[in-house]
């Protein structure tokens, strides 16, 4: 149990390793070798997330270690399903050593927590799993579309200067980049709308005077603000392009640092 | 036995110099019977293409009567004398001969370096050379390998990757913008031949949308029936400007045709998706202050020749790989072509020891009276066991040779062991079929 998640890190590490080798190097030798390695360690990751929530009888979300193990499986998951059909190999040079740090303050960090009793209830209620899944995957799309993003800026700006080094002919094109952020956007914000609602059902439903101020609360409904702004601003006011890259960027940099402060002073993720 | 490469290319020789020598594809079946007598070339193929004509030949005899040979070829065939084109012709033989025709068919002898058309052209003599029956085993194992080879390094190394013309450079760029073409319109203003050329670049990669916008209409209605295209009245440009995704501008002008307010504005209507904006007119006829607006990318001329620069800079680096897996490349052929060598060698010396022993059993037979089935059996046994153990230490040290990578097969040595066991010559005997020639 104890080595499932370190294991998971190594697989991911020789499987990113190998990847940027093959990127870099234009080699293609072997390359489903990267993704049988990766595929291992992700298997070794769920594993340890199911263990977690057998032993604890509940969703592995309450510790930072399963909240940050959580958070790294749902970026790989959501990258799979959406991404991996695409020609955009070189978005995981970018995704996986997110998940590599997450995985790593996993390991590192503690494993208990104590909780307030009035979260008994809550735990034992059968929607909460759904509402975690919804944020976990919203976290990861606005992820996605945050590296999606800095890939826009680096490549805009390489076109501006007009030299081209190995990052140029590495990216893909704007309009690639631009696809995958905003269709990463749209998505995470349906999600953290769902995962809103539920949360909204599940705090009424326990003790909503024990959630009055809580962090997680002000991180949710200020996550979502910021980036019903960016839609606001990409979709109906037409922001393209450079503007609305920066204004994704700043969205997800909020988004973290609330969750970062969230997490230290709130109840509960 | 040697592998022969003389020729010329466009480094050596001077085009008037090389279109003298060239040989069409329609001339091969004639003329690859005339250089490959089976004499002293026992196999042989005619690379010929506008930048170089080569002769890559296996030799029967001496490598310099070969080369004096493919020389009176040339002359004969061509009624160039020697001493016009002498000085312009090199000759690599069997190592260097190998390494140089991996390096042409890699590109890497190119006029421009990595330019893909010449691995078609090596496969096209080929065939040739197969059809008029010009090819052997050797040279079939060396182009297979050849052809390999080429592939590696275009798919290894980035050689090819980058574009080397201001056309293609533009494509490619364009590339880096918008994925997909399809659903892209491109804006001529002038209709020039470059433009014509870059439409052609454009239409081939599948652009969605082209508009022709030309001071002389008649010229853009000809281009816009040609390549399905829409004609705009050049009055009319300003209010079509904001249809465009990639804009290309090539016409003579005294002023700016583009101003920086047109652009401005028609980046307003089409909401800010980025404009790829291309101006190859000299002098320059698009506001260059067009490159500040956010989300707008103009390239002129010299971004344009600055970025084929940049890229025949990367394959001469890529290039410099390149060079690597064709030095492996190479060492791997020459020892598998060793083994190829010394095998027939290695038989050869068996069957005349085998022949000996046979020769002398059958001589002496009558005299031993009748032999039972049983005791022939084990005379011939004995015969065999004779053969290989005074055979063995021999042919050991040959597949040491054929493995090793110290230097190329010694021909020397190849002659001194023909001599030494008249390999060539017939002897009478009895010596049993060939079933076990190649147990070793």
């Known amino acids: 149990m104890s080595t499932l998640l370190p294991g998971a890190l190594i697989l991911y590490g020789l499987g990113l390793v190998y990847e940027a080798f093959l990127i870099l190097r234009r080699r293609r030798m072997l390359a489903a070798l990267a993704l049988g390695v990766i595929a291992l360690g992700f298997v070794a990751h769920t594993a340890w997330l199911v263990g977690v929530s057998f032993r604890s009888g509940r969703f592995p979300f309450l510790t930072t270690q399963e909240v940050f193990a959580s958070l790294a499986w749902a970026i790989i998951v959501y990258y799979f399903l959406l991404h991996a059909r695409r020609q ?182 | 036995m040697s592998i022969l490469l003389v020729g010329l290319n466009h480094k050596t020789a001077p085009v008037e110099l090389r279109e003298q020598l060239a040989f069409s594809e329609a001339e091969l079946p004639t003329v690859l019977p005339l250089l490959v007598d089976g004499d002293i070339l026992a196999e042989g193929l005619l690379i010929s293409t506008c930048n170089r004509v080569e002769v890559v030949a296996v030799t029967r005899s001496d490598v310099n009567r070969a080369v004096e040979s493919v020389k009176a070829f040339l002359s004969n065939y061509r009624r160039l004398p020697i001493t016009e084109y002498a000085h312009a012709l090199y000759r690599y033989v069997d ?98 031949e470059m433009a014509e050329l870059a439409v052609q670049h454009l239409v081939s990669d599948g652009v969605g949308q082209i508009l022709i916008c030309n001071r002389t209409p008649e010229r853009a209605r000809e281009l816009a029936v040609r390549f399905q295209a829409e004609a705009v009245p050049f009055e009319e440009m300003t209010q079509h400007l904001a249809r465009a995704d990639i804009l290309l501008c090539s016409v003579a002008a005294p002023e700016y045709v583009v101003r920086r307010d047109q652009i401005a504005q028609a980046m307003d209507v089409r909401r800010h998706r980025p404009l790829f904006l291309i101006d190859i007119s000299v002098p320059r006829t698009v506001d260059p202050q067009i490159q500040d607006l956010e989300n707008v990318f103009l390239y002129d001329i010299d971004d344009l020749n600055q970025v084929v620069r940049s890229n025949l800079e990367r394959r001469e680096r890529e290039a410099a790989r390149a060079e690597v897996i064709i030095d492996e490349a190479v060492t791997e052929f020459m020892k598998s072509l060793r083994s190829l060598e010394v095998g027939p060698l290695i038989a050869a010396f068996r069957h005349r020891l085998q022949d000996i022993a046979y020769g002398e059993f059958q001589r002496h037979r009558r005299r031993l009276g009748a032999l039972t089935p049983e005791q022939e059996k084990v005379i011939k046994h ?14 050991t040290k040959f597949h040491q040779i054929a493995r090793g990578d110290s230097s190329d097969l010694d021909p020397a040595l190849l002659a001194f062991w023909h001599e030494a066991f008249r390999l060539g010559e017939k002897v009478e005997s009895t010596r049993p079929p060939e079933k076990d020639s190649t147990e070793l």
């Open chain 1, 88 to 269: 955009t190999e070189v978005l995981r040079l970018f995704v996986f050593p997110l998940v590599l740090l997450f995985l790593m303050v996993a390991i590192v960090s503690s494993r208990t927590r104590p909780l307030p009793e009035q979260l008994e209830d809550l735990l034992r209620m059968p929607a909460l799993p759904l509402h975690v899944a919804f944020m976990m995957f919203a976290y990861a799309a606005f992820f996605l579309a945050f590296v999606a993003a800095t890939m826009y800026l680096v490549q805009e700006r390489e076109l501006k200067r007009k030299r081209f080094g190995a990052v140029f002919q590495l990216l893909p094109s704007l309009s690639t980049c631009e696809a995958l952020s905003s269709r990463s956007l749209v998505v995470g914000f349906l999600l953290l709308t769902l995962g809103i609602g539920t949360g909204v059902i599940l705090i009424r439903r326990s003790d909503p005077i024990f959630w009055r101020g809580d962090p997680i609360i002000i991180l949710a409904i200020l996550t979502w603000v910021v980036y019903l702004i960016v839609i606001h601003y990409r979709l109906m006011a037409g922001w393209r392009g450079r503007k609305a890259a920066i204004l994704l960027i700043l969205g997800f940099a909020v988004t973290a640092v609330t969750f970062l402060w969230a997490r230290l002073f709130g109840h509960i993720i």
């Open chain 2, 382 to 395: 004995m015969l065999d066991s004779i053969v290989n153990k005074f055979a063995h230490p021999a042919i």
């Open chain 2, 95 to 192: 190592r260097e001969a190998v390494r140089h025709l991996f390096r042409v068919a890699s590109g890497l002898d190119s006029l421009v370096v990595g330019e893909p058309q010449i691995l078609g052209q090596v496969k096209e003599a080929y065939a040739a050379a197969v059809r008029a029956g010009t090819v052997g085993p050797i040279l079939t194992r060396l182009l297979q390998r050849t052809l390999h080879v080429a592939k590696r390094v275009r798919t290894e190394t980035a050689i090819g990757a980058s574009a080397v013309s201001v056309s293609s450079a533009a494509v490619e760029l364009a590339k880096k913008i918008f994925e997909d073409f399809r659903n892209t319109t491109v804006m001529l203003i002038g209709a020039g």
